[in-house]
């Protein structure tokens, strides 16, 4: 029976810039002359076998083929400039060990990337949808390859790529790119600072021509092995026949251990906490304010304090809107939206508050003051509307209990005269909110 198949090449995001080793001038097809397996470049054994390193400068090896995506694309055009003939020749090189009953082929390994305009985390899902659709393809074309021979990655950011075409490039502000890549950890700030050089003209001039090479470009191999032959068995030449000798089995070569990406987090990432206004209140005259953190491992936990504080007299003292609100809520982010990943305080989550507050509600010289104490449940959805914000809405339940005092006023309201006490119970719906939150980033660090 033929030993295990698989397939080992890698496709990453490299520069446009970079030389091509490879002949794809003519398709590998029909009566086209082909190299032999040991002669072509691409075709690996496995001893040979090196992991994906986000260190390694891809744009630079000597086996590249260029597997083009559009601009902010996942979805692989076969017609967008050269992928037809890159295509087909991985293609082609797949068939030819897959078809050879001498050899075997290990595990498919392909890395995605993108340049890094926008978001890293968004760049990190653009580059891992980038990889899925190039595994999509092949599969398509090479039915004999299973799932488990693949290993996705995306290398994010291809930063690494980026510094090697600058250090190979000349233009005014070289020195400085240079110095912000090495000196600022921080990606959100590495960006941002580039593009504030000559009053943005370096970052026009780096999208306008080497940005687009950043966006393109692949490289593949495929490794591959013999497969073990089983040792024949002496014919006995004597009598009485000796008995035969026992088969000797191929030790199992061992396979490269084909680990998945972790998620990407950047734990120095480029947000510090969300504050957000809750446009109802706003709406209803109430100022509020509310701060939100996040924490645990996947940022799939939250706390959140709020405050709002209407504190209005108007109409001689006849009139008050004055309420006090300080509360607090634990959450838990059941989801993240599919296209931030890593984006923190995003998609559906729950959550239990506990709050408290004291008011005077007065109309026309008849009010109510007293204080309370709120508990309940929330439940809401946010989403990515920009850069640095969201949009939160939620509504919450519970229960609401405290004393209060019922009065009117007395000579022009500078007297209030109490007229019965009283206690409030209540249970139902206590809050309904649509939030703008702001991502609040990073300082800088000098």
Known sequence: MKAFVGACFLIAFSLKSAAMPLDLSEDMTGDTPVMAIGEDPVLVPIENYVPYDSTQVLRKDTTVIFVNFEYDKVELDENFLDNAKALNHIVHSISRVTDDPTLVVRCVQIVGMASFEGAA???????????????????QHVPTLGDEVFDLNSGGEAWTEFQSLVEDSEFEGKAQVLDIIKSTKNLWLRESRIKQLNDGKVYQY?????????????????????????????????????????????????????????????????????????????????????????????????????????????????????????????RYWLTHSKKHYNRPITGWFIGAYAAGGKYDLEWNSKGYQGEYTSLGLSVGYTWRIGRNLNLEASVAGGWVAGPYRYYEGRFDDTHLIWQHNAQLNYFGPTKAKLSLVWLWPERRRR
Do not use: C, H
Not at 274 to 297: C, Y
């Open 121 to 139: 985390d968004y760049n990190y899902n653009l580059g891992m949808q980038r990889a899925e659709a190039l595994r999509s393809y092949f599969k």
């Open 206 to 330: 780096l999208k306008d021509n080497l940005f687009v090479g950043q966006r393109v470009a692949g490289y593949m191999r495929i490794y591959y092995d013999m497969v073990p032959q089983p040792k024949s068995v002496p014919q006995p030449v004597v009598e009485p026949a000796p008995e035969p000798e026992s088969i000797v089995e191929p030790e199992p070569v061992p396979v490269p251990v084909v680990v998945a990406p972790e998620a990407y987090i950047d734990n120095e990432g480029p947000w510090r906490l969300a504050v957000k206004t809750n446009l109802l209140f706003d709406a209803a005259l109430a100022p509020n304010v509310e701060v939100e953190r996040w924490f645990g491992k996947s940022n799939r936990f939250s706390v959140m304090a709020e405050v709002w504080f209407p504190w209005y007299v108007w109409k001689g003292n006849s009139r008050a809107y004055e309420v006090l609100n300080i509360g607090l809520e634990a």
